[in-house]
């Protein structure tokens, strides 16, 4: 009973960090997730070049703070919880995804400090939450709602869509884009389901050559022979198997006295594929899609019946095309009474930067639109299409919730004041927690200044000393390095960005300081062959 040697509890090769350690280990790690992104923040935010590990070694050049994050390995527990608060964000409204992460960072920096000072983490805790609460009203008091007035509203949609796209490399044609953005989304009356939407990728040409095109584009080719030009149109969607044409015999063994078996047992073959081309043709259509390829054989059926085919359109392809046309994707075509047969107004084949597509015009969804993407080079266009995928999120997602906030930093500085007011009528320590989260939201707009290469503290201080004086719509004009009435440069946001980038990095920071153990399992041992 006298021997105090420590017990050992975890697995061998297992460890434990408790205490202090674990939670600067947490905090550390957080932190410079919160490093590593914040200089992409903001309409001068800088970009970072991805290189993958492998073989081919791909790049990605983007500033999209959920595509950076995502693309990393991590094995800091801490920083692994501000990548999923970021991915949420992404998930849950498409844009904020670096503020929210740089917010949580930065909370989690003030929170160190408070730690440091003896502070108990639950009262940190506590203080943030008043903090929350404080910042969350001032936000929702000072948003603006102008669905009543359809030009107001529109208005504020396009005004969104240009802020959004200014930290983007769309910024040069963002008046362009945008206007592409919100005549796209205003398609969809009110859905939030961006899947009508498609965006098609062409290199060559510049940005600005970018165009909205009604209807469904699909990168094929018509069938050899057939009508290029289509009315109308009976369309059967199909995902089946149409090479059969030629005898399959790998793997095992037939054994025949003649070549004139062997020949029977291909026009076998033959008869069985004509059999299930008729059933396809005995449905009354007029265009046949298939997911898989179509061999010749049934592609000259299909063409002396005066079908129109077109092969491998692939898994995304026929899921849009079965939504846009209100048809089903069938395999088995023994009950012609039970598909749903698609339709639209005209089906042609045409060129779009130099290659041919199908154009599917008039189709039931209305809502159905192609957004074509030109540019230099396939690194842009992927870039491109993030950017204009965060737009088309954040405007979708305003149509629904359609109030408005101030941007430019406006909206932190606003929020910040509201705590520090708070936080003068709240007795006890948690007091100082408000007050640290108010200074970790003044660290956005700083940083947004900081990226533009301005003087940040100078500008922070001008901001602050104005919404102290009652101008409340004043923030950061990042084109002249001053600040402006941010109301009068269109520098609008989604109220529902902003509360949703307050909220998860508040609910991140709370979950990383909760945190005073962290404990590694032993690493699986490779069994010996």
Do not use: W
């Not at 590990?53 to 692994?80: H, M, S």
Request: proline content about 2%; glycine content about 8%.
């Amino acid at each position: 009973m006298n021997n105090l040697q420590p017990v050992q509890i975890l697995q061998a090769e297992g460890s434990e960090e408790k205490g202090e350690n674990a939670r600067l280990s947490a905090f550390v790690g957080a932190i410079a997730i919160g490093d590593l992104v914040k200089t992409t923040l903001g309409p001068k935010g800088m970009d970072k070049i991805l290189q993958s590990a492998g073989r081919e070694g791909g790049v990605q050049v983007t500033n999209d703070g959920a595509t950076i994050l995502k693309a990393l390995y991590i094995d800091n527990p801490a920083a692994k919880v501000l990548i999923e608060v970021s991915r949420t964000q992404d998930d849950e409204v498409g844009d904020g995804t670096t503020s929210v992460t740089v917010l949580a960072a930065e909370l989690l920096r003030e929170a160190e400090k408070l730690v440091a000072q003896k502070i108990h983490p639950q009262t940190i805790i506590d203080g943030f939450r008043l903090a929350v609460d404080a910042g969350r009203a001032a936000l929702v008091a000072s948003a603006q709602n102008h669905v009543a007035d359809p030009a107001k509203f529109r208005e504020d949609l396009l005004n969104i869509a240009r802020t959004t796209l200014s930290s983007k490399i769309l910024k040069q044609e963002r008046e362009h884009f945008a206007q592409m953005t919100v005549d796209a989304v205003l398609r969809l009356q009110g859905s939030t389901n961006l899947e009508s939407i498609q965006i098609l990728k062409k290199s060559g040409g510049a940005l600005k050559d970018s165009y909205l095109e009604d209807g469904f584009l699909l990168e094929k080719k018509i069938g050899v022979g057939q009508v290029k030009r289509l009315a109308n149109p009976k369309i059967l969607i199909a995902n089946t198997a149409m090479d059969t044409d030629k005898i399959k015999i790998f793997g095992s063994r037939v054994k025949v006295d003649s070549t004139a078996k062997l020949g029977e047992i291909e026009e076998a073959e033959r008869q069985k594929m004509l059999q299930k081309c008729q059933k396809i043709v005995d449905h009354g259509i007029t265009c046949f899609i298939n997911r898989q390829l179509i061999y010749n054989l049934p592609e000259q059926f299909f063409t002396s019946k005066g079908v129109m085919s077109i092969e491998h359109a692939d898994f995304d392809g026929i899921e849009r095309l079965a939504l846009v046309l209100g048809a089903d994707i069938v395999s088995t075509f023994d009950h012609p009474e039970l598909v749903k047969l698609g339709t639209c107004a005209l089906i042609e084949e045409t060129m779009v930067g130099g290659d041919p597509v199908i154009r599917f015009s008039g189709v039931p969804v209305g809502a159905a639109c192609t957004i074509v993407l030109r540019g230099a080079t396939s690194h842009m266009l992927d870039e491109a299409e993030r950017s204009l995928h965060d737009a088309l999120c954040v405007v979708s997602q305003t149509v629904k919730e359609t109030r408005t906030v101030l941007g430019g930093g406006c909206s932190e500085v606003l929020m910040a004041q509201a705590i520090d007011q708070a936080a003068v009528k709240t007795p006890g320590k948690r007091a100082i927690a408000m007050e640290a989260f108010a200074r970790g939201l003044r660290q956005l707009p700083t940083y947004i200044a900081d990226n533009a290469g301005y003087d940040s503290a100078q500008l922070i201080t001008e901001l602050r000393a104005k919404h102290v004086a009652g101008e409340k719509t004043y923030g950061l004009d990042m084109n002249k390095g001053t600040i402006g009435d941010v109301l009068q440069l269109g520098i609008v946001e989604s109220f529902k960005v902003k509360q949703q980038v307050l909220l998860s990095a508040a609910e991140a920071a709370e979950q990383i300081l909760r945190v005073d153990d962290i404990i590694r399992c032993a690493p699986r041992k490779r069994e010996e062959q």
